[in-house]
């Protein structure tokens, strides 16, 4: 990893949400899941790593009693392509048993990585179990679980920025952004 190969990457890409953008759909997530559960006292889990950046931005907006915490279940280990097997790395704790859990991440692409999260959850005693992307990847094929608060859908491409990286990069950048050919 050097800063040549980051800047090539950069370089052969596109942005296809600007940070204004990013920012308007995250103020209206955070109306929705204020309206959903402002009143149950939730915890929120974030999804590390892709997560932080999104949940920095989402928490500020969330303007009612809630507890935070973090979770950490990878799957890409800096690739572009999921491997099969799932890793965790920061477990959840005991804290999420009858509790409304709101899981937050960067993205949502096959589903699987969100779908062991909530089943984890489930198992261990949360009274239910709710998602929030910053996007939700356009896919033919039907997912384990869809998201209940998205900020919004993104194309079936590599896409990096705002708390998601590419190859290990970018995941400083304020918009969104696709890798074209030659990436």
């Not at 999804?47 to 989402?58: E, H, I």
């Not at 869809?146 to 079936?156: E, I, L, S």
Request: glycine share 6%.
């Amino acid at each position: 990893m050097n800063r040549e190969e980051a800047l090539h990457i950069l370089r052969h890409s596109e942005e296809i949400v600007p940070a204004a953008e990013v920012d308007a759909s995250i103020a209206r997530m955070a109306q929705a899941i204020r309206a959903e559960i402002s009143d149950a006292f939730p915890l929120v889990l974030s999804v590390m790593g892709g997560a932080a950046v999104f949940t920095g931005m989402l928490l500020p907006r969330l303007d009612f009693p809630l507890q935070f915490d973090y979770i950490h279940l990878t799957r890409y280990r800096n690739a572009t392509q999921g491997s099969p097997d799932m890793q965790w790395r920061v477990a959840p704790a005991e804290s999420v048993k009858d509790r409304v859990v709101l899981v937050l991440d960067d993205i949502l692409d096959e589903g699987e990585t969100m779908a062991a999260i909530r089943d984890r959850l489930l198992a261990m005693g949360a009274k239910r179990v709710l998602c929030g992307v910053l996007c939700e990847k356009t896919l033919e094929e039907s997912k384990p679980l869809y998201p209940d608060f998205c900020g919004f859908k993104v194309p079936n491409r590599y896409v990096f920025g705002c708390g998601m990286d590419a190859k290990g990069y970018w995941r400083n950048l304020p918009s969104i952004r696709a890798l074209t050919e030659g990436a």
